[in-house]
């Protein structure tokens, strides 16, 4: 069973950023993929980004392209996401994810495909 572990949530104003980080507890093949999805009170979990272990694969959500940043460490099992010109509405728990082999984009983004998930950090963005 991987565990995943965030860290780097927090308050911030708007326009500011931050940059999140997730370990995995084992090491992942070129195959698998890693990335975050967002969940806010009320709504569904939203996908923001995702990034191939082995490749240049990344994706995003169409609210955060542009703003944030998605990368890896492959050798520390670590995928970071930095975002900027953070909004208010980017306010959420967001929860990293770790999807073993092959997946086509579309699963990336389906989060009720099958993958390891995190506990989740909390991102918090004042007005």
């Known amino acids: 069973q991987v565990q995943l572990v965030e860290s780097g949530g927090g308050l911030v104003q708007s326009g500011d950023s931050l940059r999140l980080s997730c370990v995995a507890s084992e090491r992942s093949t070129r195959e698998d993929a890693m990335g975050w999805f967002r969940q806010a009170p009320g709504k569904e979990r939203e996908f923001v980004a995702a990034i191939r272990l082995g490749g240049s694969g990344t994706y995003y959500g169409d609210s955060v392209k542009d703003r944030f940043i998605i990368s890896r460490d492959s050798a520390k099992n670590t995928v970071f996401l930095q975002m900027n010109s953070l909004r208010p509405e980017d306010t959420a728990v967001y929860h990293c994810?770790?999807?073993?082999?092959?997946?086509?984009?579309?699963?990336?983004?389906?989060?009720?495909?099958?993958?390891?998930w995190g506990q989740g950090t909390q991102v918090t963005v004042s007005s």
């Open positions: 994810f770790l999807r073993p082999g092959r997946a086509i984009a579309a699963i990336l983004r389906d989060p009720a495909q099958s993958r390891y």
